[in-house]
């Protein structure tokens, strides 16, 4: 159980498009959805936090209207990175709380590699 | 706000061997879990065990088993037996009682020499 999945797990795209991430809680319905990122060889920066039908909460210096984040159910969160310029470019990472056998532990996806030209 | 540190950026052990990862946190609350998880090679996040403060019990899963002295605020992971496939990334993590947020260690990277 607690399975979470991540598409796409690579992405290339131009500098100044918009990609989008899914995230996706495949045998659980998350109360809460958490968005990370990692540099090489670094830990896991949280990004922001979001519960279902509620606007996500970011973390400070996060810039909203660039990482746009949506819970539309109980097992779907998207991020969406907008007008992407290659600083953007990283590995992003989604995690899901609310499965069995830990409801109150996080299970992370797969991860996403950005990658903007 | 609560900090995790990972002192040992870097550490290696003969398999079937023993290892203890060390982690540290610092916090003025009293209840809180706190987690081990792995990031191998893939970087997919793995839990690898957890532990809820107010419990004196250590966890244990399998060959892994944690050190958690409470007073010194100390969280170790110990690796019995020591496999080729344990060779990943540990972070250690905590979290508040009733507040969802992870923080996070800088991590350790462990190497099994075969």
């Known amino acids: 159980g607690a399975v979470v999945s991540q598409h796409p797990s690579r992405v290339i795209c131009k500098s100044g498009t918009s990609v989008k991430i899914e995230c996706r809680s495949l045998?659980?319905?998350?109360?809460?959805m958490f968005w990370y990122r990692q540099f090489p060889k670094k830990s896991l920066m949280l990004m922001a936090t979001?519960?279902?039908?509620?606007?996500?909460?970011?973390e400070q210096g996060v810039e909203k209207d660039k990482f746009l984040i949506n819970h539309a159910s109980l097992t779907l969160s998207t991020l969406t990175v907008t007008s992407a310029h290659p600083e953007d470019s990283s590995f992003y990472i989604c995690?899901?709380?609310?499965?069995?056998?830990?409801?109150?532990?996080?299970?992370f996806g797969p991860g996403t590699r950005l990658t903007v030209l | 706000a609560q900090t995790v540190t990972q002192s040992q950026p870097e550490m290696s052990v003969q398999e079937a061997e023993t290892v203890t990862l060390s982690c540290t946190y610092d916090?003025?609350?009293?209840?809180?879990?706190l987690f081990w998880y792995k990031q191998p090679p893939s970087r997919q996040m793995i839990l690898v065990i957890r532990?809820?403060?107010?419990?004196?019990q250590n966890a244990t899963e399998n060959r892994f088993s944690v050190n958690f002295q409470k007073a010194a605020k100390s969280f170790s992971l110990k690796i019995s037996d020591s496999q080729l496939g344990d060779a990943a990334m540990y972070f250690c993590?905590?979290?508040?009682?009733?507040?969802?947020?992870?923080?996070f260690g800088t991590g350790t990277r462990l190497t099994i020499i075969p």
């Open positions: 979001s519960n279902e039908g509620s606007k996500a909460t970011y």
């Open positions: 532990q809820e403060a107010y419990k004196q």
């Open positions: 993590a905590f979290a508040n009682f009733g507040n969802e947020k992870l923080t």
């Open positions: 995690s899901a709380r609310g499965g069995l056998p830990r409801l109150d532990t996080q299970y």
């Open positions: 916090t003025s609350e009293s209840d809180y879990y």
């Open positions: 045998d659980f319905q998350a109360t809460t």
